[in-house]
């Protein structure tokens, strides 16, 4: 496995999105820099990647390590990731993005067996890029994290997948489980959507990580049956239900805690907003420093520019 992610990791993106993460990164020592999510999917190699907003996941040694206030980093390091907004002129051109914040220890705990929180394993068992990185030992440590998360995934995948099938079959029944544990608002075909293009990578990651999860398969063709016992399946979906019941308390306490941390999230709104509607508002410095607080003058000043009268 490690060979192929370190294949993965490796691979390289676009100038812009380089040039942006030394830009974001500035004269913070993070540990490393990932890059994942729908614009990765969709061709990190194209400009059409740049239309949108990037997303990346900033891994740090302590949480004092990337500028932000006291009670920011408290709320990180209890209920991780934080999320910023960040928008860079790069090249002549803006480039937006969405960064999660949280540390090495944090990525290590939530990407094991034993994690109840989904979250992580779930997103990094997907495709993903080593963007930046502080040194050769963060590289090996962070490809341990990304080995464990496709680990983690790979056993629940024999566990809520079916008793045999094709790596699609499997995937799909795992990406249809982790949607509807999370507070997700995606379409039914999701699943479907992560894999596409992508079933040869899938199906890789799923044979490496059953054989060094020590989880035996049968193969008969594109047909596969791995080894899971009655008994191993039944404590498995039992923890599963555990991992249900967290799954929604845990996003929508995220949600809290981002109406008060997520940095340059009024800027994001607004940039959604125009998007959408083609009403541009600029926030006031009180409105980007506090968009709880300022919601309500900003939210009045879009209704009377008509933002929310718009087909």
């Keep these: ?26 004269a913070a020592r993070p540990l490393a820099v990932l890059f994942y999510g729908s614009a990765l999917r969709g061709g990190a190699s194209g400009a059409d990647a740049l239309d949108g907003v990037l997303d990346f996941y900033v891994v740090l040694d302590r949480q004092s390590d990337w500028p932000r206030g006291v009670w920011s980093r408290l709320a990180n390091a209890v209920l991780p990731p934080n999320v910023e907004y960040h928008a860079f002129v790069v090249d002549g051109r803006e480039v937006r993005a969405k960064v999660a914040l949280l540390t090495q220890a944090q990525l290590r ?37 990304i080995a464990r998360a496709i680990g983690t995934a790979t056993r629940w995948a024999a566990v809520l997948g079916p008793s045999q099938g094709t790596p699609d079959d499997f995937w799909t029944a795992l990406f249809a489980e982790t949607y509807a544990t999370e507070l997700r608002v995606e379409g039914r075909n999701r699943p479907a959507i992560l894999l596409d293009g992508q079933q040869r990578r899938y199906g890789v990651m799923l044979r490496d990580g059953w054989l060094a999860g020590g989880v035996g398969v049968t193969q008969r063709g594109e047909t596969w049956a791995p080894t899971v016992s009655i008994e ?79 087909a």
Aim: hydrophobic fraction near 45%.
């Design 1 to 26: 496995m490690a060979r192929h992610l370190t294949a993965e990791l490796t691979l390289p993106v676009a100038p812009e999105i380089t040039a942006f993460v030394r830009r974001l990164v500035g």
């Design 109 to 145: 705990a939530r990407t094991r067996w034993a994690s109840r929180d989904t979250t992580l394993w779930a997103r990094f068992c997907q495709p993903v890029r080593l963007v930046w990185v502080r040194d050769a030992g963060a590289a090996d440590a962070v490809l341990g994290c």
């Design 232 to 310: 191993a399946r039944r404590a498995g979906l039992e923890r599963w239900r555990t991992c249900r019941a967290l799954g929604r308390p845990l996003n929508i306490a995220r949600l809290v805690k981002a109406a008060f941390t997520f940095r340059g999230g009024a800027a994001y709104l607004l940039w959604k907003i125009a998007r959408h509607t083609g009403v541009r508002v600029s926030p006031s410095r009180f409105e980007g420093r506090h968009p709880l607080l300022g919601a309500p003058t900003l939210l009045w000043r879009l209704w009377r520019r008509g933002a929310f009268r718009r």
